[in-house]
C-alpha cells in the first residue's frame, strides 16, 4: 500500500471513529489547490534541461498551509499528496496554527551544480509565488533541500512582494532563521520518547535503542539520547550500518560521519547488514530515514518493545496489525517528528514579530508542545478505545473539522 493509500485509509478509520457527516469527510479528503508546473534551466554546460515541480496545498482551515519542498528523482504527484495531507493532522495534532501542504521537484540535486540548483529553484518560485505566501502557504525545507534553498525562495519571493522573511522557514539565522531549527525534529522525537516512557513509568536512561538512518533527525536523537542515558546499540545509514551491545560511542561517530560522510568504516563497532538493522535485539526501535521499511516481511521478527516513528510513514498498514497483536507500542509520525513544524512555527512568529528568542526558550517552548501534545493524543486514545496512532489521528482531524464547520464552510453539515 502507498503512502497515499495508507494515510487516506487512516483518515477514514479516524473520520468513522469521529462519527464525521460523509460530506464533511469528503470535504476534508480532498485538497484545497494542486499545482504542478514545469522548471525549465539552462545547464552549465548551455543545454536546457526541463523539470516537474508540485505543490499540493490540502487544507487551510486552522491557518496558513505548511509543508516541505524535496528535492529527489521520485518526486511524484500521489506522495506529494499524500505528505500534504499528513501535514494537516500533523499541524492540528501539535495544536499549531497552521493547515497541510507539500512540495517537490523531480530532480538529483546530487547531480546539479550548485548554480543550477539556484536557477532551479527560482524558476520554480516563479511559477508559484503568487500561490505562497506569509498568511498563505509558507515552505520549508524537505529532503534534498536545505536553508540555502529557503535562502533563494527567500529573495526570489521578495522581488515580487517585498523583503518577506516569514515566507519560508528552516532558513539561515543571519536571515530570520530560528535558532534551534536544525535540531528540532530529532530534539521532538526525544521528547516524544520521554513523554511515552513516562507513561509507562520508564525513562530513557538504561533503555536500549537502534537507529535506523543517521541523517539530520537520526543523529541529533541519537546525540541526545546518549546525553540522557541512553544506551545505542546500532545506528545504520545510506553507507552501512553497525552494531555494538555495550554501546555506540555517539559523539566519536558523530565526529567519523562529519569527516567520512557516512557511517562506513567506523570502528566502535562491528559491522552489521542495513537490511537487518530493523529486527536487532533493543528496546525501543527510531526509523528515522525512508517510509514504508516497516512491512509484512520484517514486522514478525522485529524485537523492540516501543517503536518511535521519526520517518514519515515508516510503517505500513499490514505492519501495524502484526506489531498491534504482538504487543508492540508504536507512536506515529504526525505526532513523533512534529518538532520541526513546530520550531518552523516559532520561527515564523519570530519573523512576524521581528524579535528573535534565544535558542532555550525555543527548547523550552517545543518541549510544552509536544508534551502536551501527547496528552492530547492520550485522551483521544481513551475517548475512543484506540491506539497511539488513531489516537493521533483523530485528535488531527477533529480538529481539522471543528474548524472547518466553525468556519461556516460546513454550513449545514454534522460534525
Sequence with gaps: M???????????????????????????????????VECTIPQDDGTLATFVGFRVQHDNARGPMKGGIRYHPEVEHDEVNALAQLMTWKTAVANIPYGGAKGGIGCDPGELSTSELERLTRVFTQKIHELIGIHTDVPAPDMGTGPQTMAWILDEYSKFHGYSPAVVTGKPTDLGGSLGRDAATGRGVVFATEALLNDHGKAISGQKFVIQGFGN???????????????????????????????????????????????????????????????????????????????????????????????????????DEILSKKGVVILPDIYANSGGVTVSYFEWVQNIQGFLWDEKKVNNELKTYMTKAFKDVKKMCQSHNCDLRMGAFTLGVNRVARATVTRGHGRGWEA
Design 217 to 319: 533527525v537520526g543523529s541529533w536523537a541519537a546525540r541526545l539520547i546518549h546525553e540522557k542515558g541512553g544506551k545505542i546499540v546500532a545506528v545504520s545509514d545510506a553507507t552501512g550500518a553497525i552494531k555494538n551491545r555495550n554501546g555506540i560511542d555517539i559523539p566519536s561517530l558523530l565526529n567519523h560521519v562529519k569527516e567520512n560522510k557516512g557511517i562506513n568504516g567506523f570502528h566502535g563497532g562491528d559491522s552489521l547488514d542495513p537490511e537487518l538493522i530493523l529486527v536487532e535485539d533493543c528496546d525501543i526501535l527510531i526509523p528515522a530515514a525512508l517510509g514504508g521499511i516497516i512491512n509484512r516481511e520484517n514486522a514478525n521478527d522485529i524485537k523492540a518493545k516501543f517503536i518511535i516513528e521519526a520517518a514519515n510513514h515508516p510503517t505500513d498498514p499490514e505492519a
Design 2 to 36: 502507498n503512502a497515499l493509500a495508507a494515510t487516506n485509509r487512516n483518515f477514514r478509520l479516524a473520520a468513522r471513529l469521529l462519527g464525521l457527516d460523509s460530506k464533511l469527510e469528503k470535504s476534508l479528503l480532498i485538497p484545497f489547490r494542486e499545482i504542478k
